[in-house]
């Protein structure tokens, strides 16, 4: 005889059995759902990796041109340095040439102004030798006429 409990416990056990298939199909559903989203968030993790990636390699290129930069701007503040001292060395180059620019000015004006002294000695000796040369001119002129008459007279006399 077929006993009815017992196939009850087994229908109820196939309902049981069911039951949890559908429950292990909900979960492996949610499962696959879940592994889905977790290659969509690798994804979206890679990207974010390459992107940080880039980013790293922006900022190590933006240091080395940075690190380049410190380097001439290091190397145009030495030529400035340098550049500047020359500027200070040629203003006291400068400075030494305007002074003895203006000793040579000073002694230039002394040596116009002994210039001009010994051209006006040299006038008034001029005049001076002139008036002395006109004198002359005029004793020689009187004593050459006084010579010329007592040379006569004797001549005169001599016949006389």
């Given at each position: ?76 503040l030495q030529d400035y340095k340098k ?27 002394a040596t116009k102004g002994e210039i ?10 001029i005049t001076n030798q002139s008036k ?29």
């Open positions: 005889m077929i006993n009815y409990n017992e196939m009850e416990k087994v229908i109820q056990d196939l309902n049981n059995y069911v039951e949890k298939i559908q429950k292990t199909t909900e979960s492996q559903k949610r499962i696959d759902e879940s592994v889905e989203q977790l290659e969509k968030i690798k994804e979206s993790i890679s990207e974010i990796a390459d992107n940080i990636k880039q980013y790293t390699d922006s900022i190590q290129g933006i240091e080395s041109k940075h690190e380049t930069l410190n380097s001439q701007v290091d190397i145009v550049l500047h001292s020359a500027f200070e060395l040629l203003d006291i180059e400068l400075k030494k040439i305007n002074a003895k620019n203006e000793s040579f000015e000073n002694l230039l004006q001009e002294n010994i051209e006006k000695s040299q006038k008034l000796i002395a040369i006109k004198k002359n001119k005029i004793w020689f002129g009187v004593l050459t006429g006084f010579a010329s008459a007592i040379l006569l007279l004797t001549i005169i006399g001599f016949f006389l």
